[in-house]
């Protein structure tokens, strides 16, 4: 399989479409990188996922299309009542989705990707309840699990603040344990400026989501997205600093509004914007 290229910039490849369409779209931005997100039954289970992967990979070599990770989301997940339904902190679908989880690794080992990112949910923060403790040894066997395919759990950012994060982290202990950094969920859920995720936690950072956000306005409890370096992540500044520190992985873009003509030019400005801060970092 193709590997990411080196701060390679691309987009999440969803499967709500074909992915003859996405990676057409793909190439039209002059791109060759995707992170692919939440794949279906359709590829992961029986005789019909064997066929579809197989095809999928096939397409890839022609293409010279590479991904470096898999995006693992959950059916009946609403946004709106994230604390009850988001990721694999929920106890009532904790077993359920650990075991889709696996299956995604699995899959995700046969196309060749290391990377399981995942919006892990709002963390249980009481060490004391048997809610966190059953976490925490659910979430060190999932992580051994990843360990043994050769993987890493790289946690996606935004509902999860710092501390409570690194204490999680500290306590499933396990070495393959990452951060999927996206500073604008950061803002969007009103947590930690990302600065300081990138201070704290900069050697453990394995792929970047190319996304800007602001705070919730007063008495709103979410923020809202914007383009690319027009929000409060300080995006230009962040990238220089991950640069500094080291960071050479992928460069993800990510925009969610939906798909048309405003999309497709907020991507080619992320574009743009991400090529001029890797020129500049590089010439230096």
Known sequence: MWKTDELGIGVMVRFGVPPEESFRRLHSFGLRNCQFAGVPDSYLYGEEGRRNTLELKKRMEREKIASCSVFCSFPDQDWKRGRETVGLTPPASRAERIARACRTADWAKEMEI???????????????????KSFIRTMRAFTQFLEANGQCLAYETGQEPLDLLIRIMT??????????FDPANLLYYNNNDPMEFVEALSDRIVHIHCKDAVRPQPGCEFGHETR?????????????????KGYRGPLTIEREIGAGEELDRDIRHAIRLLEELKNECRSR
């Open 228 to 244: 690319l370096g027009e929000g409060g992540t300080n995006f230009r500044e962040l990238f220089r600093r991950l640069y500094a």
């Open 114 to 132: 290391e990377q399981i990112a995942i919006h892990v949910g709002y963390l249980p923060e009481d060490p004391e309840s048997g809610n966190y």
């Open 171 to 180: 306590e499933i202990g396990t070495a393959n344990q990452r951060i999927n």
